[in-house]
């Protein structure tokens, strides 16, 4: 299965051609777009996403939160590895997760909004 590449939330091109995204490579950008999107945004489910609002809930829920998106990924098998932490207002992801085409090792900061 193919897909359109994402760098961000902005599509990428290579040569004036829109890129596109396979494999393992596929597997983590919708783990990332899982991440990034906030509960309640999609239109058209709107239990999908994680619930950050705005510094209330404790570590326990954005853990179970963020563990959850992941192993509901298409392709996912298991989270091997998992620490979260949280600075400020930002909450540092490290995970090696298991997936049917072999393992991805994820590091990813997402930034709260305030």
């Known amino acids: ?3 359109l ?3 961000g939330n902005k599509l990428e091109w290579i040569n004036g051609d829109l890129a596109q995204v396979e494999g393992l490579e596929l597997i983590k950008q ?3 777009t899982g991440l990034y999107t906030l509960k309640g945004d999609w239109l058209l489910d709107d239990t999908v996403g ?3 609002p705005r510094n209330m809930r ?3 829920f954005w853990k179970h939160d ?3 998106v992941i192993l509901s990924t298409d392709g996912v098998n298991q989270i091997k590895k998992f620490d979260l932490r949280k600075e400020n207002q930002n909450i540092y ?3 090696y997760i298991t ?4 393992d991805i090792e994820l590091n990813e900061v997402i930034r709260q909004w305030k």
């Open 50 to 52: 994680i619930d950050f």
């Open 30 to 32: 919708h783990i990332l």
């Open 93 to 95: 992801i490290n995970a």
């Open 5 to 7: 590449k994402l760098n």
């Open 99 to 102: 997936t049917e085409l072999g």
């Open 58 to 60: 404790d570590e326990v």
């Open 1 to 3: 299965m193919k897909d």
């Open 66 to 68: 963020i563990k959850k």
